[in-house]
């Protein structure tokens, strides 16, 4: 759990910078948000994601915060994702919640966006992420 300190601060930093401002938010740890993930406490890949108290609270009209990098085993102690662990988050979270495209912005100079379908152009990180991974992650087509 000390790994993940960093971004559990970081997320009810943000969250409660915004409420200052107006906007109703709300964060989340990545076991709050559904992750669930295999017992490996580093590097530890994520098996299934249930996003309900998500989808809950957009619906509440409410801005979500999510801390990326962590999850919760199936065991349910707290995992992290290892390295690319915060894009591999936002990735399984816009599949999950049926998202057009999911854009990850760093601290670093640049920005990337990466659609939820990969495309020939699409960097091997996301390709990689979006056609082994994000199917599983996808929430199934709802019935009219």
Known sequence: MLVSTG??????LVSMALSTLGCDAVSF???QSGI???DRHFDAQIIEV???RIED???RGRV???AGYQGMSYRREITTLGRGGSDTTAVA???ALGAERCEIYS????ASTAPIRATSRTPSIYRRLTTKRCKRWRRPERRS
């Open 7 to 12: 971004e559990r601060v970081t997320m009810a």
């Open 29 to 31: 740890t990545g076991s």
């Open 36 to 38: 669930i993930t295999n």
């Open 50 to 52: 249930r996003p309900h």
């Open 57 to 59: 609270e957009l619906a």
């Open 64 to 66: 979500v915060i999510v």
């Open 93 to 95: 979270l816009a599949a």
């Open 107 to 110: 601290d670093g100079s640049t």
